[in-house]
């Protein structure tokens, strides 16, 4: 049984660019959430899929965007990337939009110099 | 002020001793609550999820004051392998599952 899997491991890019990630659901899951840990602190939720449509957002601003396709898969997209958004992106995927238990990929770590 | 508090420790401890995290949460409609361990540079794994009326797994025990907007974590007879940093997460469930981590505590297990 196939856990999440994210792509790629780890990204390096400069300011200004733009960066895609992607995450596969663990099998049989059709929600994914999408998660920001900066060094130090705890994962903090950016936004959620679920039936191809982003369902919330956390406090992240319009430079962050994701897609979610017909297989569950999903997309965060960051443009015009800035050195905070240096981080490990977390994805995560649980059984419904009120499905509880979240299992998480092993993250991308991105490094914005 | 975060919504989800825990003590940031490190927490250094030897093998065999009793540990004990806590963790405040500041939103009264959290109606979900669990406890997560992420190893340095891993994903946050589940370690175990919180009842009001408490539970235990193992050497594990999770305490929940809803009154107190509490949680606690107990750890006993530590192990190496338990040196790590343990997550306190709350779920509002409002019909989104989105989960709400405070900072993490860290452990550091001595010989």
């Known amino acids: 049984d196939a856990g999440v899997t994210q792509s790629p491991t780890h990204l390096i890019k400069t300011r200004g660019q733009q960066v895609t990630l992607r995450c596969s659901p663990k099998?049989?899951?059709?929600?994914v959430s999408w998660y920001q840990q900066a060094l130090g602190q705890g994962p903090q939720f950016i936004f959620q899929y679920y039936e191809e449509e982003e369902r919330q957002r956390g406090n992240f601003p319009d430079r962050f965007s994701g897609h979610q396709f017909p297989n569950y898969s999903s997309e965060l997209n960051v443009n015009a990337l800035l050195l905070g958004d240096s981080a490990l992106y977390l994805c995560?995927?649980?059984?419904?939009?009120?499905?509880?238990?979240?299992?998480f990929g092993p993250g991308t770590r991105l490094l914005v110099l | 002020r975060k919504e989800v508090e825990q003590d940031p420790g490190p927490f250094n401890v030897p093998e065999g001793a009793t540990v004990a995290f806590n963790c405040t949460y500041s939103n009264s409609a959290s109606q979900s609550f669990f406890w997560y361990r992420q190893d340095c540079r891993k994903e946050p794994k589940l370690l175990m999820s919180v009842y009001s009326s408490g539970n235990e797994d193992g050497r594990f025990t999770a305490q929940l004051n809803r009154a107190s907007q509490y949680i606690s974590l107990l750890i006993r007879d530590s192990k190496l392998s338990d040196s790590a940093t343990y997550l306190c997460?709350?779920?509002?469930?409002?019909?989104?599952?989105?989960?709400?981590f405070g900072a993490g505590t860290r452990l550091a297990v001595h010989p």
């Open positions: 997460v709350v779920n509002r469930l409002d019909g989104y599952n989105k989960l709400i």
């Open positions: 995560a995927s649980s059984l419904g939009q009120g499905g509880e238990t979240q299992y």
């Open positions: 099998s049989g899951h059709d929600t």
